[in-house]
Structure formats: structure tokens, C-alpha cells
Nanobody
């Protein structure tokens, strides 16, 4: 069992930056690949970024590539999502997720554990 708690969301103007954190507790964090997803009302949860267990491989949705950076610190059992050059369309609830696997996945159903989400609002 892994418990995930996101933090760092908030209100920011377009062009600004936010850094989300995902603190993990429970089973060894290093056994789990991580992902970030986001959701807005009336829409399905969508993939944002993912990272493998070592942090050596990352993958991004086209909509955030070049603006967002996913990373992890296994010693601190924490994952991060650095979000730069934010746009109003980045607004949503951001969730971190963990899967008991080495590699990256963009698929919601392949993640085993989810955080409660943190709201990100980007004003124009």
C-alpha cells in the first residue's frame, strides 16, 4: 500500500510557474513508477507526465512538453512536477499516481495508487 499526498497547487497568472510535490508513504517508493494527471469538470482525467522508478526516463503529453518537468527524489520519497509558462488551459485538479512497475505509462488504469489531488488555477 502506498499513500500519496499532493501539495503546491494554487492560483497563478498566465506565464507564471508552480511546483507540485507528491509525498509518498508506505511501501518503498523506489519500486513505483510515477505519473501526473489532471482533470477538469466534465472531462476525463488526462495524462500530463510520467517518470520511471530511477528517474532516468520521462515522458510528457504534447501539451506540456517543453514547459513542465517531472522529477523524483527517492531518498525523500517525493515526486515533483515543475510547471513553467503556465496557460489558462493548464487549469485543473492535478493528481499524482504510482504504479508497481519499473517503466512509464500514460494510461490511467495502469496506476495502482492515487493522491487526493491539488487544484491549479491559471488566470489570463
Amino acid at each position: 500500500q502506498v499513500q500519496l499526498v499532493e501539495s503546491g497547487g494554487g492560483l497563478v497568472q498566465a506565464g507564471g510557474s508552480l511546483r507540485l510535490s507528491c509525498a509518498a508513504s508506505g511501501r518503498a517508493f523506489t519500486y513505483y513508477a510515477m505519473g501526473w494527471f489532471r482533470q477538469t469538470p466534465g472531462k476525463e482525467r488526462e495524462f500530463v507526465a510520467a517518470i520511471d522508478v530511477s528517474g532516468g526516463a520521462t515522458y510528457y503529453a504534447n501539451s506540456v512538453k517543453g514547459r513542465f518537468i517531472i522529477s523524483r527524489d527517492n531518498a525523500k520519497n517525493t515526486g515533483y512536477l515543475q510547471m513553467n509558462s503556465l496557460k489558462p488551459e493548464d487549469t485543473g485538479v492535478y493528481y499524482c499516481a504510482a504504479r508497481r512497475a519499473v517503466g512509464i505509462s500514460t494510461v490511467v488504469e495502469q496506476y495502482d495508487y492515487w493522491g487526493q489531488g491539488t487544484q491549479v488555477t491559471v488566470s489570463s
